[in-house]
């Protein structure tokens, strides 16, 4: 099976297990910082991380990537996902205990009524490449959060994204154009 058929099979059949998503991870091909140069939809890929229907409760929408130095790493879709709006990732309580059904739309909401707030034109994250299990790879780095997403090539319009946390477990997104 191709690299490609294993993401597909493996994507059908989420949660998978972090053991089978690194696995496929690293038989996916690396990507430069200028393939990076865009917009990118995102979409999870769950392994039964904690973090997992937490991005799409929340109306996440991707990832914008102007140049090496200027990156938004968190957009979100506006109230109406008419539009899209950067969030500063420092703003975001990334370890706040959530109750079990937290994973629900009112978390869209508490996002696009804290825009004002969150919401920034700045630029919170940069792009560069560094080695990750063994291969080196563009990689996005938060100026404000001791994260770094890095990422591999599933085609030409596809990225499997590993976010490397400290002290915890690897979180896996997809990226699309």
Known sequence: MTAVEDFTTLLARTPVTTDEA??????LDPVSVDE???????????????MDGLLAATGWAGKRFDSADEVH???????????????????????????????????????????????TSKYT???????????????????ARPINDVFHRVDAST???????????????VLRR
């Open 125 to 143: 994250a940069r792009l560069r490449m560094t080695e990750y299990r063994g291969v080196s790879s563009a990689t996005m780095i938060y100026d």
């Open 159 to 173: 990225l499997l994204g590993c976010m490397d946390l400290r002290d915890a477990a690897p979180y896996f997104f």
């Open 36 to 50: 990076m140069i865009g917009q990118w939809w995102g979409s999870e890929f769950p392994t039964g991380h904690p």
């Open 73 to 119: 790493p968190l957009l979100f879709w506006n109230a109406d996902r008419s539009d899209v709006f950067a969030v500063d990732p420092a703003l975001v309580p990334m370890n706040l205990p959530l109750p079990s059904g937290a994973r629900k739309p009112w978390l869209h909401k508490v996002i696009t009524l804290g825009r004002p707030v969150m919401g």
């Open 22 to 27: 690194l696995a496929l991870f690293d038989s």
